[in-house]
């Protein structure tokens, strides 16, 4: 089973930026989807953020403006920039891939998840 692997992960002050970046090996053919997602203590895993295969991207309303997905294929990496970090941003960021998704930000849609990269967000 290929790997999905994130780093980037830290503490940071509100209004700070971190970039998270997800290795993510043999997901880069035009079916697969690659996306963010993020859980916080007590609360259900939430989709942030998906690219398609053709570069598409969907965001929840909850960060768009401040955080960017992105990928490079040539590198097998996805990446997410988080701009304007809030505290209410501080989860475990996860990457995952699925195939042929239809509700982009639906959790079951994706069936390989990576462990996940804490974020903090404290002054």
């Known amino acids: 089973q290929a790997l999905l692997v994130e780093t980037g992960g830290g503490s940071v002050q509100p209004g700070g930026s971190l970039r998270l970046s997800c290795a993510a090996a043999?997901?880069?053919?035009?079916?697969?989807?690659l996306a963010w997602f993020r859980q916080s203590p007590g609360k259900e895993r939430e989709g942030v953020s998906v690219?398609?295969?053709?570069?598409?991207?969907n965001y929840a309303s909850s960060v768009k403006g401040r955080f960017t997905i992105s990928k490079d294929n040539t590198k097998n990496t996805l990446y997410l920039q988080m701009n304007n970090l809030e505290y209410e941003n501080t989860a475990m960021y996860y990457c995952?891939?699925?195939?042929?998704?239809?509700?982009?930000?639906?959790?079951?849609?994706?069936?390989?998840w990576g462990q996940g990269t804490q974020v903090t967000v404290s002054s």
């Open positions: 043999e997901y880069s053919a035009r079916l697969w989807s």
């Open positions: 690219i398609d295969g053709d570069e598409t991207t």
């Open positions: 995952a891939a699925g195939y042929m998704v239809a509700d982009k930000l639906r959790e079951l849609e994706y069936n390989y």
